[in-house]
């Protein structure tokens, strides 16, 4: 089940932490490390979030820099949009993650009558955790100045 983890971890895609909890400390002293003072913000989706939320701040970054952002249609709809569109532009560009590649492409969307879209997974082991830190952060994207960078670290933990 699931063998291609251990390959990407081998090639240091992503860090295999032990147990089979997510290692909240080691997300969040690697997310400071990563990105030293330059930090804009981060997007969390506050559902049992308490504890990274927590650890971050213990590591230096302000209340004001932790962005609740909820997983509803409301909230996903029009980034998860932005994101097509600059793929179909083809103003989307990543390193060749295989690990995202493969949790983005397991990404599948239904259209409500609204014309709203949610990001969904046909099956339990299609993960999609880096396609939605990616959706999380382009909600921050689509506000900051047109001068920024979005920079996304699909950094996973095994």
């Given amino acids: 089940k699931n063998r291609h983890y251990q390959g990407w971890a081998e090639d240091g895609w992503l860090v295999a932490t032990e147990g089979e909890d997510q290692d909240y400390d080691r997300i969040a002293s690697d997310l400071v490390a ?20 927590d650890l971050l701040r ?3 970054v302000s209340p004001e820099q ?5 997983q509803q249609v409301a909230h996903l709809s029009g980034p998860m949009k932005d994101i097509e569109a600059a793929v179909k532009a083809g103003r989307f560009h990543h390193v060749g993650d295989p690990c995202a590649t493969w949790q983005i492409g397991n990404v599948t969307v239904r259209e409500d009558p609204n014309e709203n879209i949610f ?7 299609n993960k999609i955790d880096a396609a939605l830190a990616l959706i999380l952060a382009m909600t921050r994207a689509v506000i900051a ?8 670290d699909f950094v996973d933990f095994l």
């Fill in 119 to 125: 990001p969904r997974k046909d099956r339990r082991e």
């Fill in 66 to 70: 932790i962005i609740e952002v909820p």
């Fill in 34 to 53: 990563d990105v030293g003072g330059s930090l804009a913000a981060v997007a969390v989706d506050p559902w049992n979030s308490r504890a990274l939320t």
């Fill in 58 to 60: 213990l590591a230096g």
């Fill in 145 to 152: 100045p047109a001068t920024a960078t979005l920079e996304v």
